[in-house]
């Protein structure tokens, strides 16, 4: 069968594609909130091709700060799910259970030997002493999630 015939003519749908149709003219329908019409320049939104204004070395801080915060506390959110997988596992002497209870030795004791890298992507020469409460945070969260391990074990009956 032979490509296209020169007299042959094209589906619509075809010469739509190559070029669309011009833009519906505004009707009576007002635009919805937050959403003003095409033909408008002004915009609520900022225009993702301007320049972001660069922040203040005390902004920055501010910001690292709080995300030090955020991984502070990274480690009391696990604890539930760890509580929960503890106590559901038993307190036989099975792999389950003795898995459940060396994962739970070890995160803890691996996120305290590394407190210094946990946080010295949000450290800086003048939020040095703000940071110290976050890390005493973080490792009181370890201790609290050693505490579920010690707390399972001595259900296992390993403790004296």
């Known amino acids: 069968m032979p490509m296209a015939m020169a007299g042959e003519t094209r589906p619509r749908w075809v010469s739509d594609l190559s070029s669309p149709p011009a833009p519906r003219t505004k009707t009576n329908i007002p635009d919805p909130i937050g959403y003003p019409s095409h033909g408008s320049k002004k915009s609520s939104h900022k225009d993702p091709k301007a320049p972001k204004k660069a922040q203040t070395p005390e902004e920055m801080d501010t910001l690292k700060l709080k995300k030090a915060w955020e991984v502070a506390l990274a480690p009391v959110k696990s604890l539930p799910m ?15 259970s003795i898995m459940m209870v060396v994962m739970a030795f070890k995160n ?40 579920v391990g010690v707390w399972k074990i001595n259900g296992m009956g390993l403790l004296p």
Request: glycine share 6%; no cysteine; proline share 4%.
């Open 108 to 147: 803890p004791i691996m996120g305290l030997i590394s407190t210094n890298q946990a946080f010295e992507r949000f450290e800086t020469e003048t939020n040095k002493g703000q940071m110290l409460p976050a890390k005493l945070a973080y490792v009181a969260m370890q201790l609290v999630a050693l505490a």
């Open 82 to 96: 760890t509580f929960i997988m503890m106590y559901m596992s038993g307190n036989t002497l099975q792999i389950f």
